[in-house]
């Protein structure tokens, strides 16, 4: 397994450009859910999704779309680039339906995105 | 609403000594509380986590946490740092009814000394 995989690693736009993060996860995982990193406020979460189908906003999700089509892939659209949205971003996945492992999540390696 | 804090940004200890990072919660009910780490330019990797069985919670590489209610702390420790710890620790909060929707710390970042 590939585990989640988020592309691209790097990204630059300016200011007022749209663009679209990619996350996609092969562990048949139902939840998903998308954070941003800022330097000294740990990870923050901006959209989630419980399943295909079914998305909900976090704590800070002005700024940002996302959709679930498939159980596999869950995307981050941002509309028009801010500078204030300068960030990295992880997508995170887990599914583990009883048990303890239920509350584990699994993060990707993350993209770091320069809006100018 | 819940919140996470974690007493110092940085930490530094020589090899061998012992790591201890902080974490205090609060929330109006005992939460499930998380520890991940966090390797430059990497995403965030599992530690241990506390979910209402034993207080005191063995993790990998070492570690082990234990949730204090009545201090409502979920302090970090590992007996002897390893170089290889060098990275950055996240503690991390949930309540019982959205047990997947996570609330972070700011983060501590752990420097081990030769």
């Known amino acids: 397994n590939a585990g989640v995989t988020q592309t691209p690693k790097f990204q630059v736009l300016k200011t007022g450009q749209s663009m679209t993060l990619q996350c996609a996860q092969d562990?048949?995982?139902?939840?998903m859910s998308w954070y941003r990193q800022d330097p000294g406020m740990g990870l923050r979460l901006i959209h989630y999704s419980v399943g295909a189908g079914i998305t909900d906003q976090g704590e800070v999700p002005n700024g940002y779309n996302v959709s679930r089509s498939t159980t596999e892939d869950f995307p981050l659209r941002l509309l028009s680039a801010a500078p204030s949205q300068t960030s990295v971003y992880f997508c995170?996945?887990?599914?583990?339906?009883?048990?303890?492992?239920?509350?584990?999540?699994?993060f990707g390696p993350g993209t770091r995105l320069t809006v100018t | 609403a819940q919140s996470v804090t974690q007493l110092g940004s940085h930490v530094s200890v020589s090899e061998g000594a012992l790591v201890l990072l902080r974490c205090n919660y609060s929330s109006s009910v005992p939460p499930y509380l998380f520890w991940y780490v966090q390797y430059p330019n990497q995403g965030l990797q599992l530690l241990l986590k506390y979910t209402s069985a034993a207080t005191l919670v063995k993790g990998i590489n070492g570690f082990e946490a234990e949730f204090k209610k009545s201090e409502t702390s979920f302090h970090l420790t590992k007996p002897s740092a390893h170089m290889s710890d060098a990275a950055e620790y996240f503690c991390?909060?949930?309540?019982?009814?959205?047990?997947?929707?996570?609330?972070f710390g700011s983060g501590t970042q752990l420097t081990v000394l030769p």
């Open positions: 991390a909060v949930s309540d019982r009814g959205s047990a997947r929707q996570l609330t």
């Open positions: 995170a996945s887990s599914y583990h339906p009883v048990g303890d492992r239920r509350y584990e999540q699994y």
């Open positions: 562990m048949n995982h139902e939840y």
